[in-house]
């Protein structure tokens, strides 16, 4: 089984020039269990998985793994614990799928060590599990949109870390691979325990699949904890200012968000069959 690490942000403060995006934000991601991180667009989600993964240095605050700031860890030692698949990850040109899925592996390459079997066990497992093994020869140039995010995946899991950390890993992805990633990140976690974190834009997908989820607004978290804790109507309209109504998921028994807008709701009368009509 996967060691569970702590992870937690602490009065943190991050920003792009100018502006300030999250401030003096105090968050504590629980360890073995999904989590996912929800909010409206500009609201700080990928700034504070940025920063949770060192990507992005603090202005004010620190991100802590194991009681150890981020920031003073070794950038290996610090990989073989957390993977992070960012929104939009660059490969370089002309690479193979199986070559950019062996990256992941370079965080468990030691000076003057050699690849070895496990590294080839590791990257295989991923391509199996993303359904990549087909494409392992092909260019990541050539590549459709969502076969590229399936193997940008692949990556991670060949990474094999303790913590993953996942931004909006759906894109590109029609429903039925939306599906499959989850499902797969899911079994990931129920298998070995890794604790996994993601940015995730469809609030009904969050619902189903997390066990934690935390709404951003205004830089700060409005609301966290279970999906029945955080997705209400009152919670949806403060975080997104949308109208919505919250019923129980018929699948997974979870909550189901139905969003309501200008021309959502239908009118009794227009149920009614036109008249003269048969």
């Known amino acids: 089984m996967t060691a569970h690490h702590t992870l937690a942000a602490e009065r ?3 920003g792009y020039g100018d502006r300030t995006v999250v401030e003096s934000l105090d968050l504590s991601v629980p360890p073995g269990l999904i ?4 909010g409206a667009n500009a609201c700080g989600k990928s700034t504070l998985l940025r920063s949770m993964s ?3 240095t603090p202005r004010a605050g620190r991100v802590v793994l194991d009681g150890k700031e ?4 070794p950038a290996k030692q610090l990989a073989r614990t957390l993977g992070l698949l960012p929104q939009s990850p660059v490969a370089p040109e002309g690479i193979t799928v199986a070559d950019l899925v062996g990256r992941g592996r370079h965080p468990h390459q030691r000076v003057f060590s050699r690849w070895n079997a496990e590294d080839d066990a590791a990257v295989a497992a991923a391509l199996e599990a ?7 020869d092909r260019s990541v140039d050539e590549l459709s ?3 590229r995010q399936r193997v940008w995946i692949a990556m991670a899991l060949a990474q094999q870390t303790d913590i993953l950390m996942l931004d909006e890993p759906t894109t590109f992805l029609d429903a039925s691979h939306q599906v499959e990633v989850l499902d797969l990140l899911t079994d990931l976690n129920h298998a070995s325990g890794t604790t996994v974190v993601m940015v995730l834009h469809d609030l009904n997908l969050a619902a189903r699949y997390a066990d934690h989820i935390v709404a951003l607004a205004g830089g700060r978290p409005h609301a966290a904890g279970t999906p029945d804790e955080v997705l209400t109507e009152e919670n949806v309209r403060a975080v997104f200012g949308l109208d919505s109504r919250i019923i129980e998921d018929p699948v997974s028994g979870r909550p189901l968000m139905l969003p309501i807008g200008r021309h959502g709701v239908r009118r009794a009368e227009d149920a009614l069959p036109a008249p003269g009509a048969r």
Not at 35 to 38: G, N, S
Not at 70 to 73: A, D, G, P, Y
Request: no cysteine; proline share 0%; net charge positive.
């Open 54 to 56: 060192r990507l992005l």
């Open 70 to 73: 981020v920031h003073r860890l």
């Open 145 to 147: 949109g969502g076969q």
């Open 12 to 14: 943190l403060t991050l």
């Open 130 to 136: 993303t359904d990549t093994v087909s494409l392992a």
């Open 35 to 38: 989590t996912a991180i929800v």
